[in-house]
Nanobody, 114 residues
Framework: QVQLVESGGGLVQAGGSLRLSCATSESIFGINTMGWYRQAPGKQRDLVAEITRGSTTNYADSVKGRFTISRDNAKNTVYLQMNSLKPDDTAVYYC????????WGQGTQVTVSS
């Protein structure tokens, strides 16, 4: 059982930045892919960014050039640096890890005011 603990969400003005963290209970060396989804009210949960064990990254078109996903193997943590935030980025952000099956964090709220 992989436990994921997210942090770093909050309220920020448009154009601002936030960094989300996702700490795992397992060594991320053994985890194939980790990433972030987000879900806005009334909408489906969509992929934001993901990073493989080999550090290959993939981003949703809507966040390319603004968000950066990275991993710190020593801290068993994955980060999502979010810059130039827009009101449309407002959502609950969920971390996930593929380790045999997919595990999810509890979610962290990001609110971007205009």
């Amino acid at each position: 059982q992989v436990q994921l603990v997210e942090s770093g969400g909050g309220l920020v003005q448009a154009g601002g930045s936030l960094r989300l963290s996702c700490a795992t209970s397992e060594s991320i060396f053994g985890i194939n892919t980790m990433g972030w989804y987000r879900q806005a009210p009334g909408k489906q949960r969509d992929l934001v960014a993901e990073i493989t064990r080999g550090s290959t990254t993939n981003y949703a078109d809507s966040v390319k050039g603004r968000f950066t996903i990275s991993r710190d193997n020593a801290k068993n943590t994955v980060y999502l640096q979010m810059n130039s935030l827009k009101p449309d980025d407002t959502a609950v952000y969920y971390c996930y890890a593929d380790f045999g099956r997919r595990f999810w964090g509890q979610g962290t709220q990001v609110t971007v005011s205009s």
